[in-house]
Protein backbone atom coordinates (compact mmCIF):
# COMPACT_ATOMS: atom_id res chain seq x y z
CA UNK A 1 0.00 0.00 0.00
CA UNK A 2 1.27 3.15 -1.13
CA UNK A 3 0.63 6.91 -0.50
CA UNK A 4 -0.73 8.81 3.14
CA UNK A 5 -4.14 7.63 3.41
CA UNK A 6 -5.41 4.54 4.78
CA UNK A 7 -7.71 2.07 3.20
CA UNK A 8 -11.22 3.38 3.88
CA UNK A 9 -14.16 0.55 4.75
CA UNK A 10 -17.95 1.44 5.29
CA UNK A 11 -20.04 0.44 8.25
CA UNK A 12 -21.55 -2.21 6.35
CA UNK A 13 -18.42 -4.02 5.92
CA UNK A 14 -17.48 -4.26 9.37
CA UNK A 15 -21.24 -4.78 10.56
CA UNK A 16 -20.97 -7.95 7.51
CA UNK A 17 -18.37 -8.86 9.03
CA UNK A 18 -18.58 -8.61 12.64
CA UNK A 19 -21.93 -11.05 11.45
CA UNK A 20 -19.97 -13.62 10.11
CA UNK A 21 -17.71 -13.92 12.87
CA UNK A 22 -17.70 -16.17 15.57
CA UNK A 23 -20.19 -15.25 18.71
CA UNK A 24 -20.92 -15.25 22.21
CA UNK A 25 -18.98 -13.28 25.20
CA UNK A 26 -15.97 -14.45 24.54
CA UNK A 27 -15.41 -11.58 21.97
CA UNK A 28 -15.50 -8.72 23.13
CA UNK A 29 -15.57 -5.43 21.14
CA UNK A 30 -14.06 -2.28 23.06
CA UNK A 31 -14.95 1.20 22.29
CA UNK A 32 -13.23 4.34 22.99
CA UNK A 33 -15.90 7.26 24.03
CA UNK A 34 -14.93 11.17 22.95
CA UNK A 35 -14.65 10.93 19.30
CA UNK A 36 -15.77 7.19 18.13
CA UNK A 37 -19.15 6.84 20.23
CA UNK A 38 -19.60 10.52 19.85
CA UNK A 39 -18.58 13.58 17.78
CA UNK A 40 -16.50 15.69 19.64
CA UNK A 41 -15.55 15.71 23.53
CA UNK A 42 -17.68 15.15 26.31
CA UNK A 43 -15.63 17.34 28.66
CA UNK A 44 -16.41 20.42 26.13
CA UNK A 45 -19.82 20.35 27.88
CA UNK A 46 -18.97 19.87 31.27
CA UNK A 47 -16.48 22.83 31.05
CA UNK A 48 -19.10 24.93 29.54
CA UNK A 49 -21.35 24.10 32.48
CA UNK A 50 -18.70 24.78 34.99
CA UNK A 51 -17.85 28.18 33.07
CA UNK A 52 -21.37 29.09 32.67
CA UNK A 53 -21.87 28.26 36.83
CA UNK A 54 -18.56 30.62 36.86
CA UNK A 55 -16.74 27.18 38.47
CA UNK A 56 -13.89 27.64 35.69
CA UNK A 57 -10.67 29.62 37.34
CA UNK A 58 -8.69 30.82 34.39
CA UNK A 59 -5.50 28.65 35.33
CA UNK A 60 -7.75 25.37 34.47
CA UNK A 61 -9.19 27.09 31.40
CA UNK A 62 -5.30 28.41 29.85
CA UNK A 63 -3.80 24.87 30.97
CA UNK A 64 -7.06 23.21 29.04
CA UNK A 65 -6.26 25.09 25.85
CA UNK A 66 -2.83 24.74 25.59
CA UNK A 67 -3.12 21.18 26.33
CA UNK A 68 -5.51 20.68 23.47
CA UNK A 69 -3.46 22.80 21.22
CA UNK A 70 0.31 21.03 21.91
CA UNK A 71 -0.60 17.38 20.60
CA UNK A 72 -1.15 14.34 22.25
CA UNK A 73 0.02 13.98 26.02
CA UNK A 74 1.78 11.61 27.89
CA UNK A 75 0.15 9.55 30.43
CA UNK A 76 1.84 11.54 33.20
CA UNK A 77 1.18 14.68 31.23
CA UNK A 78 -2.97 13.77 31.15
CA UNK A 79 -3.48 12.84 34.62
CA UNK A 80 -1.88 15.93 35.54
CA UNK A 81 -4.39 17.62 33.50
CA UNK A 82 -7.22 15.52 35.12
CA UNK A 83 -5.96 16.48 38.68
CA UNK A 84 -5.96 19.78 37.84
CA UNK A 85 -9.92 19.31 36.49
CA UNK A 86 -10.97 17.45 39.29
CA UNK A 87 -10.21 20.14 41.99
CA UNK A 88 -13.39 22.18 41.54
CA UNK A 89 -15.21 18.76 42.53
CA UNK A 90 -13.63 18.23 45.86
CA UNK A 91 -16.16 18.03 48.55
CA UNK A 92 -19.32 17.41 46.54
CA UNK A 93 -20.69 13.82 46.71
CA UNK A 94 -20.45 11.38 43.92
CA UNK A 95 -24.12 11.06 43.39
CA UNK A 96 -24.19 15.23 42.73
CA UNK A 97 -22.12 14.27 39.62
CA UNK A 98 -23.44 11.70 38.80
CA UNK A 99 -26.67 13.90 38.38
CA UNK A 100 -24.45 16.67 36.95
CA UNK A 101 -23.60 14.07 34.27
CA UNK A 102 -27.27 13.07 33.97
CA UNK A 103 -28.05 16.66 32.47
CA UNK A 104 -25.28 16.97 30.23
CA UNK A 105 -25.82 13.48 28.50
CA UNK A 106 -30.04 14.73 28.65
CA UNK A 107 -28.93 18.22 26.85
CA UNK A 108 -26.15 17.92 24.55
CA UNK A 109 -24.45 14.68 25.00
CA UNK A 110 -26.66 12.28 23.72
CA UNK A 111 -27.40 14.38 20.38
CA UNK A 112 -23.39 13.90 19.77
CA UNK A 113 -23.91 10.35 19.31
CA UNK A 114 -22.30 8.40 15.96
CA UNK A 115 -25.36 6.72 14.62
CA UNK A 116 -23.07 4.48 12.60
CA UNK A 117 -20.89 3.77 16.29
CA UNK A 118 -24.32 2.95 17.46
CA UNK A 119 -25.10 0.41 14.60
CA UNK A 120 -21.86 -1.18 15.09
CA UNK A 121 -22.55 -1.25 18.67
CA UNK A 122 -25.84 -3.24 18.08
CA UNK A 123 -24.28 -5.51 15.89
CA UNK A 124 -21.44 -6.81 18.34
CA UNK A 125 -24.78 -7.06 20.87
CA UNK A 126 -26.87 -8.99 18.43
CA UNK A 127 -23.94 -11.59 18.16
CA UNK A 128 -24.05 -11.81 21.70
CA UNK A 129 -20.25 -10.10 22.40
CA UNK A 130 -19.33 -8.82 25.74
CA UNK A 131 -19.42 -4.56 24.59
CA UNK A 132 -17.47 -2.34 26.61
CA UNK A 133 -16.86 1.52 27.02
CA UNK A 134 -12.94 2.09 27.35
CA UNK A 135 -12.20 5.64 27.97
CA UNK A 136 -9.98 8.49 29.69
CA UNK A 137 -13.34 10.10 30.65
CA UNK A 138 -14.87 9.88 34.20
CA UNK A 139 -17.71 7.83 34.84
CA UNK A 140 -20.29 10.82 35.04
CA UNK A 141 -19.15 11.78 31.70
CA UNK A 142 -19.89 8.00 30.07
CA UNK A 143 -22.15 5.88 32.66
CA UNK A 144 -25.34 7.79 30.84
CA UNK A 145 -24.44 6.94 27.42
CA UNK A 146 -24.24 3.13 28.08
CA UNK A 147 -27.36 3.08 30.08
CA UNK A 148 -28.73 4.18 26.81
CA UNK A 149 -27.02 1.97 24.72
CA UNK A 150 -27.35 -0.97 27.21
CA UNK A 151 -23.51 -0.85 27.55
CA UNK A 152 -23.00 -2.86 30.60
CA UNK A 153 -19.08 -2.81 31.09
CA UNK A 154 -16.75 0.44 31.39
CA UNK A 155 -13.34 1.15 31.41
CA UNK A 156 -12.97 4.31 32.82
CA UNK A 157 -11.02 7.48 35.18
CA UNK A 158 -12.74 6.41 38.35
CA UNK A 159 -12.49 9.93 41.07
CA UNK A 160 -11.41 8.91 44.39
CA UNK A 161 -13.66 9.72 47.23
CA UNK A 162 -14.32 8.87 50.87
CA UNK A 163 -17.55 8.10 52.45
CA UNK A 164 -19.16 9.20 48.91
CA UNK A 165 -17.17 12.28 48.79
CA UNK A 166 -14.85 13.42 45.90
CA UNK A 167 -10.95 13.70 47.57
CA UNK A 168 -9.83 15.56 44.41
CA UNK A 169 -7.61 12.30 43.43
CA UNK A 170 -7.99 9.69 40.93
CA UNK A 171 -8.23 5.63 41.26
CA UNK A 172 -5.85 3.62 39.91
CA UNK A 173 -4.43 4.35 36.78
CA UNK A 174 -6.32 6.49 34.16
CA UNK A 175 -6.70 4.16 31.06
CA UNK A 176 -5.29 7.07 28.67
CA UNK A 177 -2.45 5.76 26.08
CA UNK A 178 -0.75 2.29 27.33
CA UNK A 179 -2.95 2.79 30.47
CA UNK A 180 -6.79 2.26 28.03
CA UNK A 181 -4.41 -0.77 27.22
CA UNK A 182 -3.27 -2.18 30.28
CA UNK A 183 -6.89 -1.66 31.50
CA UNK A 184 -8.21 -3.62 28.16
CA UNK A 185 -5.91 -6.23 28.68
CA UNK A 186 -6.96 -7.17 32.88
CA UNK A 187 -10.44 -6.99 31.56
CA UNK A 188 -9.67 -9.35 29.30
CA UNK A 189 -7.47 -11.61 31.65
CA UNK A 190 -10.58 -11.14 34.31
CA UNK A 191 -12.97 -11.96 31.48
CA UNK A 192 -11.50 -14.86 30.64
CA UNK A 193 -11.49 -13.15 26.66
CA UNK A 194 -8.58 -13.95 24.41
CA UNK A 195 -7.96 -10.54 23.02
CA UNK A 196 -6.99 -12.07 19.34
CA UNK A 197 -10.59 -12.59 18.96
CA UNK A 198 -11.45 -8.91 20.20
CA UNK A 199 -12.72 -5.92 18.52
CA UNK A 200 -10.93 -2.00 19.30
CA UNK A 201 -12.44 1.34 18.10
CA UNK A 202 -10.90 4.13 18.78
CA UNK A 203 -9.92 7.90 17.08
CA UNK A 204 -7.07 9.69 18.67
CA UNK A 205 -3.35 9.23 18.33
CA UNK A 206 -2.84 8.22 22.13
CA UNK A 207 -4.34 5.14 21.28
CA UNK A 208 -2.17 3.07 19.20
CA UNK A 209 -1.29 0.91 22.12
CA UNK A 210 -5.19 0.47 22.92
CA UNK A 211 -5.72 -1.16 19.26
CA UNK A 212 -2.58 -3.15 18.90
CA UNK A 213 -4.07 -4.37 21.91
CA UNK A 214 -6.59 -6.35 19.80
CA UNK A 215 -6.68 -9.25 17.04
CA UNK A 216 -9.44 -6.70 14.87
CA UNK A 217 -8.39 -2.66 15.30
CA UNK A 218 -10.72 -0.13 13.93
CA UNK A 219 -9.50 3.30 13.51
CA UNK A 220 -12.63 5.65 13.45
CA UNK A 221 -11.85 9.04 11.74
CA UNK A 222 -8.64 9.07 13.43
CA UNK A 223 -6.07 11.62 14.09
CA UNK A 224 -3.40 12.44 11.86
CA UNK A 225 -0.54 10.14 13.51
CA UNK A 226 -3.11 7.50 14.28
CA UNK A 227 -4.19 7.91 10.37
CA UNK A 228 -0.18 7.04 9.55
CA UNK A 229 0.29 4.25 11.65
CA UNK A 230 -3.13 2.77 10.60
CA UNK A 231 -1.99 3.16 6.90
CA UNK A 232 1.62 1.41 8.15
CA UNK A 233 0.01 -1.58 9.76
CA UNK A 234 -3.37 -1.34 7.15
CA UNK A 235 -5.66 -1.31 9.13
CA UNK A 236 -9.05 -0.11 7.72
CA UNK A 237 -10.17 3.08 8.52
CA UNK A 238 -14.21 3.83 9.52
CA UNK A 239 -15.48 7.47 8.52
CA UNK A 240 -18.60 8.84 10.02
CA UNK A 241 -19.75 12.15 8.84
CA UNK A 242 -19.64 14.76 11.13
CA UNK A 243 -22.54 17.36 11.64
CA UNK A 244 -21.78 21.00 11.51
CA UNK A 245 -21.84 23.91 14.34
CA UNK A 246 -24.75 25.08 14.93
CA UNK A 247 -23.00 28.09 14.07
CA UNK A 248 -22.31 27.46 10.62
CA UNK A 249 -23.78 29.93 8.29
CA UNK A 250 -24.88 26.87 6.34
CA UNK A 251 -26.41 25.30 9.15
CA UNK A 252 -28.11 28.61 10.10
CA UNK A 253 -29.30 29.27 6.30
CA UNK A 254 -30.61 25.88 5.83
CA UNK A 255 -32.34 25.37 9.00
CA UNK A 256 -34.18 28.84 8.22
CA UNK A 257 -35.45 27.45 4.84
CA UNK A 258 -36.97 24.52 6.88
CA UNK A 259 -39.02 26.44 8.99
CA UNK A 260 -39.36 28.97 6.61
CA UNK A 261 -40.92 26.02 4.08
CA UNK A 262 -43.03 24.90 7.26
CA UNK A 263 -44.48 28.50 7.64
CA UNK A 264 -44.74 28.90 3.87
CA UNK A 265 -46.62 25.71 4.06
CA UNK A 266 -49.33 26.04 7.01
CA UNK A 267 -50.08 29.73 6.15
CA UNK A 268 -50.77 28.70 2.38
CA UNK A 269 -52.74 25.53 3.78
CA UNK A 270 -54.89 28.18 6.46
CA UNK A 271 -55.61 30.54 4.17
CA UNK A 272 -57.26 28.28 1.15
CA UNK A 273 -58.94 26.66 4.36
CA UNK A 274 -60.30 29.69 5.55
CA UNK A 275 -61.14 30.58 1.60
CA UNK A 276 -63.17 27.86 0.69
CA UNK A 277 -64.64 26.72 3.85
CA UNK A 278 -62.64 23.29 3.85
CA UNK A 279 -60.31 23.03 6.76
CA UNK A 280 -59.42 19.13 5.19
CA UNK A 281 -58.39 20.55 2.17
CA UNK A 282 -56.67 22.97 3.56
CA UNK A 283 -54.57 21.10 5.95
CA UNK A 284 -54.06 18.47 2.89
CA UNK A 285 -52.22 21.13 1.12
CA UNK A 286 -50.24 22.34 4.26
CA UNK A 287 -48.88 18.69 4.62
CA UNK A 288 -48.37 17.93 1.46
CA UNK A 289 -46.59 21.67 0.56
CA UNK A 290 -44.49 21.38 4.12
CA UNK A 291 -43.13 17.49 2.38
CA UNK A 292 -42.18 18.64 -0.64
CA UNK A 293 -41.16 22.30 0.50
CA UNK A 294 -38.74 22.58 3.78
CA UNK A 295 -37.16 19.13 2.54
CA UNK A 296 -35.79 21.20 -0.86
CA UNK A 297 -35.36 24.30 1.37
CA UNK A 298 -33.16 22.54 3.85
CA UNK A 299 -31.46 20.01 1.96
CA UNK A 300 -32.92 17.14 3.28
CA UNK A 301 -33.75 14.18 0.72
CA UNK A 302 -35.56 10.86 1.33
CA UNK A 303 -34.78 7.46 0.38
CA UNK A 304 -38.05 5.38 1.30
CA UNK A 305 -38.87 1.71 0.73
CA UNK A 306 -42.42 0.14 0.78
CA UNK A 307 -44.11 3.61 0.01
CA UNK A 308 -47.50 1.72 -1.36
CA UNK A 309 -48.38 0.76 1.81
CA UNK A 310 -49.29 4.19 2.68
CA UNK A 311 -51.87 3.85 0.36
CA UNK A 312 -53.92 1.97 3.17
CA UNK A 313 -56.50 4.85 4.39
CA UNK A 314 -57.59 5.03 6.87
CA UNK A 315 -55.28 4.24 8.93
CA UNK A 316 -53.14 4.66 12.06
CA UNK A 317 -49.02 5.37 11.02
CA UNK A 318 -46.54 4.27 13.50
CA UNK A 319 -43.62 6.13 13.49
CA UNK A 320 -40.60 6.02 15.78
CA UNK A 321 -39.99 9.36 17.29
CA UNK A 322 -36.73 11.27 17.52
CA UNK A 323 -37.21 14.55 16.40
CA UNK A 324 -40.32 16.28 16.47
CA UNK A 325 -40.12 18.62 13.04
CA UNK A 326 -38.23 15.45 11.33
CA UNK A 327 -40.53 13.30 12.47
CA UNK A 328 -43.30 16.31 10.96
CA UNK A 329 -41.25 16.57 7.87
CA UNK A 330 -41.10 12.46 7.02
CA UNK A 331 -44.59 12.37 8.57
CA UNK A 332 -45.58 15.43 5.42
CA UNK A 333 -43.49 13.28 2.55
CA UNK A 334 -44.64 9.98 3.22
CA UNK A 335 -48.39 10.22 4.23
CA UNK A 336 -48.91 13.21 2.32
CA UNK A 337 -52.40 13.78 2.66
CA UNK A 338 -55.72 12.71 4.57
CA UNK A 339 -54.19 12.61 8.40
CA UNK A 340 -53.96 14.97 11.81
CA UNK A 341 -52.11 14.47 14.90
CA UNK A 342 -53.31 13.46 18.71
CA UNK A 343 -52.31 16.27 21.05
CA UNK A 344 -52.69 16.73 24.63
CA UNK A 345 -56.02 18.96 25.69
CA UNK A 346 -54.11 21.43 27.28
CA UNK A 347 -52.62 22.53 23.71
CA UNK A 348 -55.95 23.57 22.67
CA UNK A 349 -55.88 26.27 25.34
CA UNK A 350 -52.86 27.62 24.14
CA UNK A 351 -52.97 31.45 22.18
CA UNK A 352 -52.53 30.80 18.26
CA UNK A 353 -51.14 26.86 18.48
CA UNK A 354 -54.33 26.25 19.52
CA UNK A 355 -56.52 27.91 17.24
CA UNK A 356 -53.76 26.48 14.48
CA UNK A 357 -54.13 23.20 16.10
CA UNK A 358 -57.71 22.82 15.95
CA UNK A 359 -58.00 24.28 12.22
CA UNK A 360 -55.85 21.71 11.41
CA UNK A 361 -58.15 19.21 12.66
CA UNK A 362 -56.03 17.46 15.32
CA UNK A 363 -57.07 15.15 18.01
CA UNK A 364 -57.14 16.40 21.70
CA UNK A 365 -57.27 14.07 24.22
CA UNK A 366 -57.53 14.47 28.10
CA UNK A 367 -54.16 12.27 29.42
CA UNK A 368 -54.68 13.91 33.38
CA UNK A 369 -56.97 10.95 33.75
CA UNK A 370 -55.03 8.03 33.96
CA UNK A 371 -58.45 5.49 34.50
CA UNK A 372 -60.05 6.86 31.38
CA UNK A 373 -57.24 6.53 28.98
CA UNK A 374 -59.04 4.49 26.85
CA UNK A 375 -62.20 6.92 26.88
CA UNK A 376 -60.01 9.85 26.10
CA UNK A 377 -58.79 8.34 22.43
CA UNK A 378 -62.65 8.96 21.48
CA UNK A 379 -61.81 12.18 19.35
CA UNK A 380 -58.55 10.41 17.54
CA UNK A 381 -60.88 7.21 16.79
CA UNK A 382 -63.95 9.46 15.70
CA UNK A 383 -61.74 10.97 13.25
CA UNK A 384 -60.64 7.36 11.97
CA UNK A 385 -64.29 6.56 11.49
CA UNK A 386 -64.40 10.04 9.28
CA UNK A 387 -61.99 8.93 7.03
CA UNK A 388 -59.15 10.98 8.48
CA UNK A 389 -55.95 9.17 9.42
CA UNK A 390 -53.85 9.35 12.41
CA UNK A 391 -49.60 9.64 12.54
CA UNK A 392 -48.54 9.45 15.66
CA UNK A 393 -45.33 7.29 18.15
CA UNK A 394 -45.93 4.41 19.59
CA UNK A 395 -43.32 5.14 21.98
CA UNK A 396 -44.87 8.13 23.09
CA UNK A 397 -41.83 10.67 24.23
CA UNK A 398 -38.49 11.23 22.03
CA UNK A 399 -35.68 9.05 22.87
CA UNK A 400 -32.26 9.76 23.19
CA UNK A 401 -30.38 7.54 20.89
CA UNK A 402 -31.92 5.38 17.78
CA UNK A 403 -32.65 2.80 20.27
CA UNK A 404 -36.44 1.82 20.28
CA UNK A 405 -38.28 2.35 23.34
CA UNK A 406 -41.22 1.22 24.92
CA UNK A 407 -44.62 1.25 23.25
CA UNK A 408 -47.89 2.66 24.37
CA UNK A 409 -50.69 0.96 23.86
CA UNK A 410 -52.65 3.55 23.08
CA UNK A 411 -52.73 3.67 19.24
CA UNK A 412 -53.25 0.07 19.25
CA UNK A 413 -56.46 1.15 21.41
CA UNK A 414 -57.89 3.31 19.04
CA UNK A 415 -56.84 1.23 16.00
CA UNK A 416 -58.76 -1.55 17.15
CA UNK A 417 -61.73 0.47 18.26
CA UNK A 418 -62.02 2.40 14.92
CA UNK A 419 -61.17 -1.30 13.07
CA UNK A 420 -58.12 0.50 11.02
CA UNK A 421 -55.22 -1.20 10.06
CA UNK A 422 -51.64 0.18 11.81
CA UNK A 423 -49.08 1.48 9.51
CA UNK A 424 -45.23 0.98 10.60
CA UNK A 425 -43.06 3.64 9.55
CA UNK A 426 -39.51 3.04 10.41
CA UNK A 427 -37.11 5.96 10.48
CA UNK A 428 -33.61 5.04 10.06
CA UNK A 429 -31.83 8.69 11.04
CA UNK A 430 -34.03 11.17 12.11
CA UNK A 431 -31.55 12.09 14.80
CA UNK A 432 -28.99 12.50 12.63
CA UNK A 433 -30.03 15.43 10.63
CA UNK A 434 -31.85 16.84 13.80
CA UNK A 435 -31.97 15.73 17.36
CA UNK A 436 -34.46 16.39 19.79
CA UNK A 437 -32.67 19.49 21.70
CA UNK A 438 -30.65 20.91 18.07
CA UNK A 439 -30.84 24.13 17.35
CA UNK A 440 -30.49 23.15 13.39
CA UNK A 441 -30.78 21.12 11.12
CA UNK A 442 -27.85 18.75 9.10
CA UNK A 443 -28.42 18.24 5.58
CA UNK A 444 -28.47 14.45 4.29
CA UNK A 445 -31.15 11.40 3.19
CA UNK A 446 -34.03 10.23 5.85
CA UNK A 447 -34.27 6.75 5.19
CA UNK A 448 -37.77 5.30 5.96
CA UNK A 449 -38.93 2.06 5.55
CA UNK A 450 -42.88 1.50 5.62
CA UNK A 451 -44.11 -1.82 6.68
CA UNK A 452 -47.15 -4.42 5.43
CA UNK A 453 -50.08 -2.74 7.28
CA UNK A 454 -51.50 -5.33 10.05
CA UNK A 455 -55.36 -5.89 10.01
CA UNK A 456 -56.81 -4.83 13.57
CA UNK A 457 -60.77 -5.53 12.59
CA UNK A 458 -61.78 -7.77 15.36
CA UNK A 459 -59.44 -7.80 17.74
CA UNK A 460 -59.64 -9.29 21.55
CA UNK A 461 -57.74 -8.16 24.09
CA UNK A 462 -55.11 -10.92 23.63
CA UNK A 463 -54.35 -9.99 20.12
CA UNK A 464 -53.72 -6.74 21.20
CA UNK A 465 -50.99 -7.73 23.97
CA UNK A 466 -49.39 -10.09 21.14
CA UNK A 467 -48.84 -7.78 18.35
CA UNK A 468 -47.95 -4.82 20.94
CA UNK A 469 -44.21 -6.50 21.56
CA UNK A 470 -44.54 -7.98 17.94
CA UNK A 471 -44.29 -4.52 16.49
CA UNK A 472 -41.78 -3.03 18.59
CA UNK A 473 -39.75 -5.79 17.48
CA UNK A 474 -40.57 -5.06 13.79
CA UNK A 475 -38.86 -2.12 14.05
CA UNK A 476 -35.80 -3.42 16.30
CA UNK A 477 -34.80 -5.55 13.20
CA UNK A 478 -35.46 -3.45 10.49
CA UNK A 479 -32.82 -0.73 12.21
CA UNK A 480 -30.64 -3.42 13.22
CA UNK A 481 -30.92 -5.04 9.67
CA UNK A 482 -31.65 -2.37 6.75
CA UNK A 483 -33.60 -1.68 5.35
CA UNK A 484 -35.44 -4.99 7.01
CA UNK A 485 -35.65 -7.19 4.12
CA UNK A 486 -35.44 -10.52 6.52
CA UNK A 487 -37.97 -8.48 9.45
CA UNK A 488 -40.82 -7.55 6.94
CA UNK A 489 -41.04 -10.96 5.02
CA UNK A 490 -41.32 -12.39 8.74
CA UNK A 491 -43.94 -9.95 9.55
CA UNK A 492 -45.87 -10.49 6.40
CA UNK A 493 -46.34 -13.96 7.12
CA UNK A 494 -46.91 -13.28 10.69
CA UNK A 495 -49.73 -10.92 9.50
CA UNK A 496 -50.84 -13.87 6.92
CA UNK A 497 -51.18 -16.31 9.53
CA UNK A 498 -53.23 -14.32 12.01
CA UNK A 499 -55.69 -13.57 8.97
CA UNK A 500 -56.20 -17.57 7.96
CA UNK A 501 -56.32 -18.00 11.75
CA UNK A 502 -59.69 -15.58 11.53
CA UNK A 503 -60.87 -17.45 8.87
Known amino acids: MTGTTPSMIAVEEVIADIKAGPGGAKVAAFFDFDGTLIQGYSASALIAHRARNF ?53 EIAGALFHGTWRLVRAHQNKGHTVVIATSATRMQVQPMARELGIEHILCTELETEQGVITGGIAG ?57 ARVCRWSVVRFKTKRSQYHPVSLARTTGLFGGF ?17 RGGVDLATSLFGRLAGRFGNIKFDVVGEQHTTHRPAVFFINHQSTLIDALVTSRVVRRGFTVVAKAEVKQ ?24 IS ?128
Open 55 to 107: ELGPDEFVRTMLASLGGPLDEAAFKDLMLQGIRGWVGRTDDELMELGEELFAK
Open 173 to 229: RPPWGEGKAAAVREFAKRERIPLKNCHAYANGDEDVPFLEAVGFPHPVNPGSNLARH
Open 263 to 279: AAAVGVGTVVGVLTNDS
Open 350 to 373: MPVLGQLFTLADVAFVDRTNTSKA
Open 376 to 503: ALQPAVDRLRRGVSIAMSPEGTRSFSPRIGAFKKGGFHMARDAGVPIVPIVIRNAGEIMWRNAKVAQEGTIEVVVHEPVPTANWTKGDLDEWVPRLRQLYIDTLDDWPGTVAGKKWSAAIAEALAVRR
